[in-house]
């Protein structure tokens, strides 16, 4: 079992980075109903268990293993351009947040560098922060830039060769860009993740992690230092505005899309 949050109730950190997907935004529904959306239009049935198999999973990666489970691989970019299609037509109609992370955002802004970290595509990441409000808080956001499916993106060897290739989660490359970005240490740092994909991409990464959201099934909170249920916890909020801000956050600004190192 994960300690609780007073194993980091001394420590503060020098910048924070954000998951998007269950985190910030309250989208994996949205995934979720996406993902029901895309089997019925081509005439399939979720496989048992699948939401739970897809969280965290990069979109592309995911319309693959949609194809696969239903024993369809002929279908996976059909399936893909499917899953992005209704996703961001339901972000679109309802934009929420997860209870308590606006607040936490906000009071952040300006004490603190601040980073989203997604597996999601940008457009995805600043659609549903823009239509929430909180674009403006975050100084870089930082999404894979490699294809899944691409082998420099599986094979670690080959990125010698790819210096500039940002994979996604869980390889730990979004993390160790938003913390490098934001001008801090990778162990300066502090993840915010829900998933336990997000999770080892930020310990991978060498970030101190805080996990958020309802335990996994088998009560396995990977490698996180703390887990709440939100972010609207008092004690997680009373947390926060107790944090020293960074005396010289050193952050690159300029509100960066992440273009690749």
């Not at 198999?53 to 002929?74: F, I």
Request: glycine share 8%; aromatic share 6%.
């Amino acid at each position: 079992m994960t300690p609780p949050l007073r194993t980091l109730s001394n420590w503060s950190p020098e910048a924070v980075v954000f998951d998007c997907d269950g985190t910030l935004m309250d989208t994996e529904r949205h995934w979720q109903d996406a993902r029901n959306r895309a089997f019925r239009e081509f005439g399939l049935l979720p496989p048992p268990g699948f939401a739970e198999r897809a969280k965290g999973v990069h979109y592309v990666d995911c319309g693959r293993l949609m194809a696969e489970e239903t024993n369809k691989p002929e279908l996976a970019a059909d399936l893909t351009r499917a899953l992005l299609a209704h996703f961001m037509s339901l972000v679109a109609e309802d934009p929420l947040t997860m209870p308590g992370a606006g607040e936490m955002v906000r009071l952040l802004s300006g004490r603190l560098p601040l980073a989203v970290a997604s597996n999601c595509p940008l457009e995805v990441v600043e659609e549903s922060l823009g239509r929430a409000g909180l674009r403006r808080y975050f100084h870089h956001i930082v999404v894979p830039a490699v294809p899944p499916g691409d082998r420099a993106g599986r094979d670690p060897g080959k990125d010698a060769e790819r210096p500039q290739a940002v994979r996604p989660k869980p390889w730990p490359d979004v993390y160790t860009t938003a913390a490098r970005l934001c001008g801090a240490r990778p162990e300066t740092a502090l993840a915010v993740e829900d998933s336990l994909t997000g999770i080892e991409s930020a310990w991978r990464a060498g970030l101190r992690i805080l996990g958020v959201g309802p335990l996994p099934d088998d009560g396995n909170t990977g490698h996180t230092d703390a887990w709440v249920p939100a972010l609207d916890r008092p004690e997680v909020l009373g947390w926060v505005r107790n944090w020293r801000p960074a005396s010289s956050p050193g952050t690159e600004r300029g509100h960066d899309r992440h273009r690749p190192l």
